[in-house]
């Protein structure tokens, strides 16, 4: 195992947020960075509780997060983010408090910013201004489409969209069929806004029809076509 040393873990967070940091100047890069904390999460833990005040910008350097709104009875996964994905900001740029929750798919690594600052510097820096307004439009357009999908499609639909979003999100292993993620059925269930039960029978009968392999929490997609048509009219 290679051990890090915190200078070379410190150039390789910088690295990773290189889309970030570019925005930024000389003073306000060394500023940012010394106020620049990081942690190791586990799997499971949470991130942040709805009706949180928002205190920091959250990047998540390695691993996997959801972001969840719990109903009565079950939860509603809204997304999911991956390296290098920022989040945690939204409801603190509309002065809200959170109205989501987030937690982590399997152990992250995640740094955290203070954003009052990034807030000041974003009244003086424009280039920083735009780089969040990207983040948001971006993050707007991928909800809309997910919308649509969880509100008008129908069972089978959800899953099949579910499946190609994890792919899109987190891509595939050496195979290039493997989906790189290992999401329980629970959670597969709440990524497409139907009951465990259901989600454990979708997926069972796309697995019977050739359209994926199930091993485990494992998921390949074998029928690209067929399953993209699925999608398309349930």
Same mark, same amino acid.
């Given at each position: 195992?290679?051990?890090?040393?915190?200078?070379?873990?410190?150039?390789?967070?910088?690295?990773?947020?290189?889309?970030?940091?570019?925005?930024?100047?000389?003073?306000?890069?060394?500023?940012?960075?010394?106020?620049?904390?990081?942690?190791?999460?586990?799997?499971?833990?949470?991130?942040?509780?709805?009706?949180?005040?928002?205190?920091?910008?959250?990047?998540?350097?390695?691993?996997?997060?959801?972001?969840?709104?719990?109903?009565?009875?079950?939860?509603?996964?809204?997304?999911?983010?991956?390296?290098?994905?920022?989040?945690?900001?939204?409801?603190?740029?509309?002065?809200?408090?959170?109205?989501?929750?987030?937690?982590?798919?399997?152990?992250?690594?995640?740094?955290?910013?203070?954003?009052? &600052? /990034?807030?000041?510097?974003? *009244?003086?820096?424009?280039? !920083?201004?735009?780089?969040?307004? $990207?983040?948001? @439009?971006?993050?707007?357009?991928?909800?809309?489409?997910?919308?649509?999908?969880?509100?008008?499609?129908?069972?089978?639909?959800?899953?099949?969209?579910?499946?190609?979003?994890?792919?899109?999100?987190?891509?595939?292993?050496?195979?290039?069929?493997?989906?790189?993620?290992?999401?329980?059925?629970?959670?597969?269930?709440?990524?497409?806004?139907?009951?465990?039960?259901?989600?454990?029978?979708?997926?069972?009968?796309?697995?019977?029809?050739? &359209? /994926?392999?199930?091993?485990? *929490?494992?998921?390949?997609? !074998?029928?690209?076509?067929?399953? $993209?048509?699925? @999608?398309?009219?349930?």
């Amino acid at each position: 195992m290679v051990i890090l040393t915190k200078d070379t873990e410190r150039e390789m967070i910088v690295n990773g947020l290189s889309d970030l940091f570019s925005a930024l100047n000389d003073g306000e890069r060394a500023h940012l960075l010394a106020c620049m904390s990081r942690r190791l999460y586990r799997k499971g833990d949470i991130l942040y509780r709805e009706g949180d005040i928002p205190r920091h910008l959250l990047c998540l350097v390695s691993g996997k997060v959801k972001i969840y709104k719990d109903g009565v009875g079950r939860s509603q996964i809204v997304r999911v983010v991956k390296p290098i994905g920022y989040f945690g900001y939204r409801a603190a740029f509309s002065g809200q408090a959170y109205i989501t929750e987030a937690a982590t798919l399997e152990p992250s690594l995640i740094v955290k910013f203070p954003l009052a &600052l /990034i807030e000041r510097f974003i *009244r003086t820096n424009t280039q !920083l201004a735009w780089f969040f307004i $990207r983040q948001l @439009s971006q993050a707007l357009g991928s909800s809309d489409e997910r919308t649509v999908s969880l509100t008008q499609k129908h069972v089978r639909a959800r899953m099949a969209d579910s499946i190609f979003y994890l792919r899109d999100i987190y891509g595939t292993e050496s195979d290039g069929h493997t989906l790189c993620s290992r999401l329980s059925r629970e959670d597969m269930a709440n990524l497409s806004n139907m009951t465990t039960s259901n989600a454990i029978r979708t997926l069972a009968a796309m697995q019977q029809e050739g &359209l /994926i392999r199930l091993d485990g *929490r494992k998921i390949s997609i !074998l029928d690209d076509d067929e399953l $993209r048509h699925v @999608s398309e009219i349930g």
